[in-house]
């Protein structure tokens, strides 16, 4: 039995347009400071890039529950 569900509906079925973009940053973020680290970047870079990807994470949740809430009304 195939299930056809999406992982986050929204109103049209398709992700926010905002969200379709900001997933493929964190995902780079999240690879580059995996080689930064890997590299031995500084200290400093690192943090610098990890407050970044909390600064996308932190967007994607917020407009995820807009999204989700928005389904609820």
């Known amino acids: 039995m195939h299930l056809n569900t999406p992982a986050l509906p929204s109103r049209d079925g398709v992700l926010d347009p905002r969200i379709d973009g900001l997933l493929p940053r964190l995902r780079g973020l999240v ?3 995996e080689l930064l680290e890997a590299r031995g970047a500084s200290p400093g870079e690192i943090d610098e890039h990890a407050r970044e990807a909390g600064r996308v994470r932190d967007e994607l949740a917020r ?3 807009d999204d ?3 389904l609820a009304a």
Do not use: E, F, N, P
């Open 31 to 33: 690879l580059v400071g």
């Open 63 to 65: 407009l995820i529950g």
């Open 68 to 70: 989700l809430a928005g």
